[in-house]
């Protein structure tokens, strides 16, 4: 069934969704920390910014990324003097453009773990003589690692399916910038239904397992705390 079927977009897809992950995980827990402690009309404005690609059309942003970061644009014009390739049409660029789209996936639930668990546990841990990166790896993380869990997950299942923002930083290159959801159109756009078919269906299937053992761990962790 496989014969004749090019699973490297599956395998460009699950990098990107590796990288910009890690990347958002890595990034974004001091964001959310910081969302989480800040009050008034800041927090209000930058919980708006970061929750915009839920609503923006995702050719919106990837136009706007382009013209950034393409190489007439600011980042672009200052990452190419460095001598570096372009961004755009580029696995950096797709991990860019993915990290912004789903940034709000990952946000979200961390921020809303930092503010369920309160400043009391930190507090505590500082006067045991615990220092800021002892205290959050000690304290803050294993008691917000449900939220790591769902931020985590949310994030690499909404790169997955990532097809407007990639196509217009990435293009559709084969080997290079083709992910698997924009070799799906071009399957079914020429009437390609068989390879259409085992993508789609490898897909789904990855994304039900995925899904799965989150919940069933996430249950488990639920458990254990009660």
Do not use: C
């Amino acid at each position: 069934m496989l014969e004749g079927i090019d699973l490297q977009p599956l395998w460009i897809t699950l990098q990107v969704a590796f990288y910009t992950t890690v990347l958002l995980i890595v990034l974004g827990t001091p964001l959310a920390l910081w969302l989480a402690r800040v009050q008034g009309m800041k927090k209000a404005v930058f919980e708006a910014m970061v929750a915009l690609p839920l609503v923006l059309p995702p050719t919106v942003l990837g136009f706007y990324l382009l013209v950034t970061i393409g190489p007439g644009g600011p980042i672009g014009e200052l990452w190419a003097s460095f001598g570096f390739a372009p961004l755009t049409f580029s696995m950096a660029g797709l991990v860019i453009g993915s990290f912004l789209y789903s940034l709000p996936f990952a946000i979200q639930p961390l921020m809303h773990g930092f503010e369920q668990l309160g400043s009391r546990p930190n507090e505590v841990a500082a006067t045991l003589g615990a220092g800021p990166i002892d205290r959050f790896f000690s304290v803050m993380l294993p008691l917000t690692r449900r939220h790591y869990l769902v931020a985590a997950t949310l994030a690499f299942a909404h790169t997955v399916g990532e097809f407007g923002v990639i196509l217009m930083i990435g293009g559709n290159i084969p080997g290079v910038t083709q992910v698997a959801s924009i070799a799906i159109y071009d399957h079914v756009d020429a009437l390609e239904y068989t390879q259409a078919h085992v993508l789609s269906a490898i897909m789904l299937v990855m994304s039900l397992v995925v899904l799965t053992i989150v919940y069933g761990v996430n249950r488990r962790m639920e458990v254990k705390i009660g």
